[in-house]
């Protein structure tokens, strides 16, 4: 019995040891990931780097569940692609604040913050040659432009349902949007399956053909004209009440028009 005793704690502490040291052989170290560039690389290489991250820096503990959260929708998703992980994170987080799951934000928030501090960690594990740099000196008549808020939407609505696939589509300000020239971005979002369409719709709104434009062109217009004037989802809503137009799908916003010339008549 005694020797089957210590047969047995001697085979346990054998185990014990082992997964020990098969976690230890687990881990990641910059060797494995300084390669990876976060703005173009495989999901695999993503999940990689944001492991790494986690293991070495104990603030992060974001589950593996918040790193697929950041994987594109099945329908654009191929093993073998790359991705610029960084733009597709904050799509992964403007979906989460659209769907009303912040529990899933925060954990993003985290995921955001690794991926800066990987991007830092693998800048200084590369050898850099520095440019020649020329000293700036004419401060009085420099300006910085303020950035449009790329996340606030300034407008949104349903369509279709039904038959039709219901589409959430909602409007923000381009981040190369300015007060002189307003570019709108329009993204569409499937309450069927929760995820984004992956086209994007880009509306300078200096260039809309007013006589005749989209409900698409129509819906930015108007949701940058009630933005400017502190309103949200105003004039569009009240023109789809109206009746004037029927919008039954996604296809409608495009094929169907309106003279903007009515709205702008009655909003002098």
């Excluded at 912040?102 to 850099?128: D, Y």
């Excluded at 420099?142 to 038959?163: H, K, L, M, R, W």
Aim: proline residues 2%; aromatic residues 12%; contains cysteine.
């Amino acid at each position: 019995m005694v020797i089957n005793d210590i047969m047995f704690k001697t085979q346990l502490n054998y185990q014990i040891q082992a997964a020990i040291d098969e976690q230890d052989d687990d881990s990641l170290n910059i060797e494995d990931v300084k390669h990876i560039d976060l703005r173009r690389c495989l999901f695999a290489d993503f999940k990689k780097a944001m492991i790494y991250i986690r293991e070495n820096n104990p603030d992060y503990n974001y589950s593996d569940f918040t790193i697929d959260a950041v994987k594109p929708a099945p329908a654009d998703f191929s093993e073998s692609k790359k991705y610029d992980f960084t733009e597709l994170i904050d799509y992964a987080k403007h979906t989460a604040i659209t769907i009303g799951n912040m529990t899933l934000f925060s954990e993003l928030q985290k995921i955001a913050s690794a991926a800066e501090k990987f991007n830092l960690s693998v800048a200084e594990h590369h050898e850099k040659k520095a440019g020649n740099v020329l000293s700036f000196q004419d401060y009085d008549n420099y300006f910085v432009a303020d950035t449009p808020n790329t996340f606030q939407e300034i407008g949104s609505c349903v369509v279709g349902g039904g038959n039709a696939e219901a589409v959430k589509i909602a409007a923000t300000l381009h981040a190369s949007s300015t007060e002189e020239r307003p570019i709108i971005s329009v993204r569409a979002f499937s309450l069927n399956t929760n995820t984004y369409l992956p086209n994007i719709d880009i509306i300078d709104l200096s260039t809309i053909y007013k006589s005749n434009a989209s409900i698409m062109d129509v819906f930015a217009y108007m949701s940058y004209h009630d933005h400017l004037g502190g309103k949200f989802n105003h004039s569009f809503d009240k023109l789809l009440y109206s009746g004037a137009l029927q919008i039954e799908s996604l296809e409608d916003m495009y094929s169907k028009h309106y003279d903007l010339g009515t709205f702008d008549y009655l909003n002098k």
